[in-house]
């Protein structure tokens, strides 16, 4: 087992006996160390809309919730959705988090009163003045310093569709929580395997380097691994000491501590291709391999090229023609010699005749009966 599915099995653990110590707690019994809100940015809106809708999770001081992805321990926030057909929601978007410790284990959190973005898409064929009744079933874990307590309850949401003109409700909470999600980068960022882990290039952007965090979207490696952020002249350079294989596409949040945040999607960048043409220009088949992605390749340090090393041209073809293979013949002709040989001999061995000693026949009394010459 890995180090990091170690990490992540111990978290785990965590996570369950955290649930085993305290039963999930609903608004409907015991009170909440969160208190978890839904308001619709539009109340009365018309057929065909998308309606953004706001989860907002105000926790007690001292406590906080997850991001998306919890990191070594957590658990993240879910919304369950009760909606009549012809609705759809989106997934929650969350600002970025904050990177905490515990014993070791590194998490990824909201500090404070956040508020989850989200949406509903309103199908052509309502009809104004239908009600659209919603239910939402929203669990969390609500921790502190010492204790995280697995929490839920359930909200109910009323919409009424309108004659066509949009009324919205509130605009101060949404233009805020918009203004907190993660930016998206205005080229695409790139993944290189490097000595000791892997760096992605982001494109320069207005983020202090000095004091930033990479979050993954996804459990690619344990929150604990050691990563620098830093500026260079190709842009911003996020590097992860971490020694496994280098992921096709790595997912997440780039933010600083002043809350400038950017969503990433950093790809493999393609192999360095060999050259081979004698102009030193890519030819067609290293132009074909730069295409390969870089998710098992192995670091090679460059070395300059000494003189003797330089790349020459390849001399020019040389028709000739083929010589004939007489190699063949040349055995099958011996082979049928040596056999004319042993079969002559063959024939002289049984032309030859041997002769052979007399037999001598004996009487009992010890004379000499006769001698029997052996035929021929």
């Known amino acids: 087992m ?24 609903s608004a409907n019994g015991q009170a909440l160390h969160v208190d978890a809100s839904i308001e619709a940015e539009v109340e009365r809106p018309a057929a065909g809309d998308t309606v953004r809708v706001a989860l907002r999770l105000a926790p007690q001081q001292g406590w906080h919730t997850y991001w998306e992805n919890p990191g070594d321990a957590g658990m993240p926030t879910r919304i369950v959705w009760t909606l009549p057909k012809g609705v759809r929601a989106t997934d929650l978007r969350h600002p970025a988090p904050t990177a905490i410790n515990t014993a070791g284990f590194v998490s990824y959190v909201h500090e404070g009163t956040v508020a989850l973005l989200t949406s ?12 659209l009744p919603l239910i939402a079933d929203v669990s969390w874990a609500a921790c502190s310093e010492n204790q995280c307590i697995p929490e839920r309850t359930s909200i109910k949401l009323d919409l009424v569709i309108s004659d066509g003109t949009a009324r919205p409700t509130s605009t101060t909470v ?64 996020v590097r992860i000491s971490h020694s ?16 400038r945040a950017f969503r990433i999607e950093a790809r493999a960048a393609p192999l360095t291709a060999a050259v081979d043409k004698p102009d030193g220009h890519l030819g067609a088949s290293a132009a074909a391999a730069a ?86």
Request: charged share 15%; hydrophobic share 50%; proline share 12%.
């Open 2 to 25: 890995n180090s990091h599915a170690s990490t992540n099995l111990t978290a785990g653990l965590l996570v369950l006996g955290m649930a085993l110590v305290a039963a999930p707690r």
């Open 291 to 376: 295409t390969a992605p870089l998710s098992n390749a192995k670091i090679v340090k460059p070395r300059t090229a000494q003189p003797a090393e330089r790349l020459a041209p390849a001399p020019a073809a040389i028709s000739v023609a083929a010589a004939p293979n007489v190699g063949h013949a040349t055995y099958l002709l011996a082979g049928l010699a040596l056999l004319l040989c042993l079969l002559l001999a063959f024939g002289r061995a049984r032309s030859v005749r041997i002769p052979k000693p007399p037999l001598a026949l004996r009487r009992e009394d010890g004379g000499a009966l006769a001698k029997l010459q052996p035929p021929l």
């Open 174 to 237: 949404f233009q805020q929580a918009a203004a907190e999600l993660p930016r998206q980068l205005p080229r695409p960022a790139t993944l290189r395997l490097v000595d000791g882990g892997f760096e992605m290039i982001l494109p320069a952007v207005p983020i202090d380097a000095s004091r930033a965090h990479f979050f993954p979207a996804e459990n690619a490696f344990p929150g604990s691994t050691k990563q620098s952020v830093r500026k260079a002249p190709e842009g911003i350079v």
């Open 120 to 131: 509903l898409k309103l199908d052509r064929n309502w009809r104004p003045g239908q009600a």
């Open 244 to 259: 496994g294989p280098l992921p096709p596409v790595l997912a997440g949040v780039v933010a600083d501590s002043a809350g």
